[in-house]
């Protein structure tokens, strides 16, 4: 269940190193310097929302950098999807404390990094197993539309009964209107 991530950023130029720098050694993660001016964030992934706190906060930093490299054991993964992962799989252990994230639509990319992803539960959503609840609309019409006499039909509380052909008076009314 746990994934060691890790985030290799630096050299840069930009006036936010820095902060990134304090970010990544003040954090949950463990940061060493590779080399002078390039770190490495190491993120051990697994049911500490911390964690992954403190690895969506350095790549909100680091992403851009074209120096950043993201790897999740030893494999290059894309740094978006490894932030979007992050904040999500943070947001889910803290509210639910397990991924609960809905798979009716699909399984999203940044799923594909996340150590929470459940795949059966995935193939269950995916094929209808557990549908997304329905949608109910209702479209009412308040009173102050209702007595404007637009024409709208009466409030259904009302006890109004529907003739069967049009009153002799609505043609009369229809007959005054000036043509198109």
């Not at 994934?3 to 463990?30: D, T």
């Not at 529907?162 to 198109?180: F, Y």
Request: glycine share 8%; charged share 30%.
């Amino acid at each position: 269940m746990e994934r060691l991530v890790s985030v290799e950023f630096g050299p840069s130029r930009s006036k936010r190193f820095g902060q990134a720098l304090a970010e990544a050694r003040g954090g949950v993660g463990e940061c060493s310097e590779l080399e002078p001016g390039r770190y490495r964030a190491s993120f051990i992934l697994g049911e500490d929302p911390a964690a992954y706190t403190g690895l969506a906060r350095l790549l909100e930093r680091v992403r851009q950098w074209r120096a950043t490299e993201v790897y999740e054991d030893d494999e290059l993964v894309s740094a978006v999807h490894a932030k979007e992962m992050a904040w999500c799989a943070s947001f889910q252990l803290t509210s639910f404390r397990a991924c609960r994230n809905p798979f009716y639509w699909g399984v999203l990319p940044r799923c594909a990094v996340c150590p929470l992803f459940d795949a059966e539960r995935a193939i269950r959503d995916v094929l209808g197993e557990n549908p997304p609840p329905g949608f109910d609309f209702e479209i009412t019409f308040g009173p102050n539309l209702r007595a404007l006499g637009t024409g709208l039909p009466p409030d259904p509380d009302d006890d109004f009964e529907i003739p069967d052909c049009p009153p002799e008076e609505w043609g009369e009314h229809i007959a005054e209107e000036p043509p198109d």
